[in-house]
């Protein structure tokens, strides 16, 4: 079911599994595979037992933010879906406690709306973290109803946390015996841990052996879901109090798993499993199985009736499947057995029964690693799998890497050496057969600067320099000899004007006279009859 989707989180929403197992009338079924058996019971159409439930939620500070806003939605929800029958309180803590009511309130309407208007302004995240007083108060509570109470009603503790113990008794082992020995078997607690900050195995711990279960609800957009999802788990108790009880003619008894059971809720099943004493299971017809529990209108008896029995093949060298299931029950229950017992004796007899049987059966508990060792004589390949016990201090690393049988081959490609060069540059540029001209032009004097020293070759000039005036001559240029030059650099001022002005005047008729013999040549080239009759 897509409830939605982001961009990097990818789809959101949920996949829903729905079956129905088809159980005999009874609810009961026993398969039974070489020496062991595994008993499958869950009962159907019962009535819900009437629940006395307290919700103790944690508001300290780490609550903060999405948390205890997803906590406080779900409760709402919750509050919504409690049964006529049923009685209820919240209790609220951090370093303190505050209870709503002083004791457990019905599911009138009135209650239902104080309650949530309690939710909403209260749930409120702040201080530190006292688990051991909440739990311990909220036994109190809990406890008050169920002594004014005459009715038989099935009393759970949901129990709320995101962290550790911060304040308080903060040893764990206390907490754990301390909350045990207070409730006395008599109300089962389970945990919900937010998140990944805070001690599971403590909350593990408490629910364990006081007859409920942990989990944990994930931070993400739909822990409000996981959250509503677990209490449909818990919301209707149908049975408390059961017991399963076997032929001793039959079953081996002390090695039966649990065998009693506080609470049965609808929805669930009990499975009991064990060891018979006919080789095989052959020629086994009944176990002489019998569950004895109290229900909503008194005590109940269930009775596997003879040839309820399904008898499977032999599993031949593996375990087969109904003593698999068998010692991953029995272990887990003598762990939490572990857990409960104050005996130092007890605990270690425990304690060595549990290791053995993992490691019999290759299980992966607290007391045992997984390890894998390799024959370095075979090829690396040939993998081995072991069992082996944890104890302190760590063993030594068994594992030592085969030895490398690969080695890289010497490089037979070597470059070739360079068989090509360029050849030598055939064009050369040709020498330049043009060079510019000598300058025929020297820039020009600036006013009142001494003339030009006279050369070999004349001199071109200013008009203006040789006045020696700032301004332009309406002459371009004057041609004139060194010899010129000379008189005029050692002449007055005075005359050097007037010998200026008669050379340009001399040297003006010079180019006049010039230009009439060239006319004259010219005509007489282009007359086709030669010279005219006054030339000759």
């Not at 933010?65 to 803590?93: M, Y």
């Not at 749930?123 to 809990?142: D, K, P, W, Y």
């Not at 992966?364 to 390799?374: G, K, R």
């Not at 020696?468 to 001559?473: A, D, F, I, Q």
Request: hydrophobic content about 35%; aromatic content about 10%.
């Amino acid at each position: 079911m897509q409830r939605g989707f982001d961009v990097q989180r990818g789809i959101h929403g949920e996949v829903v599994v729905l079956y129905s197992l088809q159980d005999e009338p009874q609810g009961s079924s026993v398969i039974v595979q070489d020496d062991y058996f595994a008993h499958f019971f869950a009962p159907p159409g019962l009535d819900p037992l009437p629940k006395n439930i307290l919700f103790v939620i944690d508001i300290s500070g780490s609550m903060s933010g999405a948390k205890i806003e997803q906590a406080k939605q779900a409760l709402l929800k919750i509050l919504d879906n409690l049964r006529d029958q049923d009685t209820f309180n919240i209790l609220l803590f951090n370093n303190g406690v505050e209870v709503w009511a002083e004791s457990p309130r019905s599911t009138l309407s009135v209650e239902i709306e104080k309650a949530k208007r309690f939710v909403k302004y209260e749930l409120v995240a702040n201080r530190t973290t006292n688990i051991h007083l909440a739990l311990t108060r909220g036994l109190e509570v809990l406890f008050k109803n169920s002594e004014q109470n005459s009715r038989k009603t099935a009393d759970i503790i949901v129990f709320l946390t995101d962290g550790e113990p911060t304040s308080g008794i903060v040893d764990t082992n206390q907490i754990v015996r301390d909350v045990t020995r207070k409730n006395g078997g008599r109300s089962s607690i389970f945990s919900l841990g937010f998140g990944f900050d805070l001690n599971f195995d403590l909350i593990t711990q408490v629910s364990d052996v006081n007859r409920g279960f942990a989990r944990r609800v994930y931070e993400d957009n739909d822990a409000e879901d996981q959250l509503t999802t677990f209490y449909e788990e818990i919301s209707t108790p149908t049975l408390r109090d059961v017991m399963a009880t076997y032929s001793s003619d039959v079953v081996d008894t002390p090695l039966l798993t649990d065998t009693t059971f506080p609470l049965f809720f609808q929805g669930r099943e009990i499975i009991v499993a064990g060891r018979t004493k006919m080789a095989g299971g052959t020629g086994l017809v009944s176990l002489g199985a019998a569950l004895h529990a109290t229900g909503a209108e008194g005590a109940v008896d269930f009775v596997v009736p003879a040839g309820k029995v399904e008898v499977l093949s032999q599993a031949g060298e593996e375990d087969g499947v109904t003593e698999k299931l068998w010692a991953y029950m029995k272990i887990k229950s003598l762990l939490k057995k572990m857990d409960m017992t104050s005996s130092v004796a007890e605990k270690t007899r425990t304690r060595e029964q549990a290791l053995r049987m993992a490691l019999t059966h290759g299980f992966v508990t607290p007391l045992t690693s997984f390890s894998l060792v390799v024959d370095i004589n075979q090829s690396h390949h040939a993998q081995d799998d072991r069992w082996s016990a944890w104890t302190p201090p760590r063993p030594q690393r068994t594992y030592s890497p085969p030895p490398r049988a690969y080695s890289p081959r010497p490089r037979a490609y070597s470059p070739r050496p360079r068989a090509y060069s360029p050849p030598p540059r055939a064009y050369s540029p040709p020498p330049r057969a043009y060079s510019p001209p000598p300058r025929a032009y020297s820039p020009l004097p600036r006013a009142n600067s001494p003339l030009p020293r006279a050369n070999k070759s004349p001199s071109r000039v200013f008009a203006s320099d040789v006045n020696n005036v700032g301004r332009e001559s309406s002459h371009s240029y004057r041609d004139f000899d060194p010899d010129f030059l000379e008189q005029l650099r050692a002449s007055s001022p005075q005359k050097r004007a007037g010998m200026a002005r008669a050379s340009s005047s001399s040297a003006s008729s010079s180019r006049r006279m010039s230009g009439f013999w060239l006319g004259i040549a010219i005509v007489i080239f282009l007359s086709p009859v030669g010279l005219p009759p006054f030339f000759v």
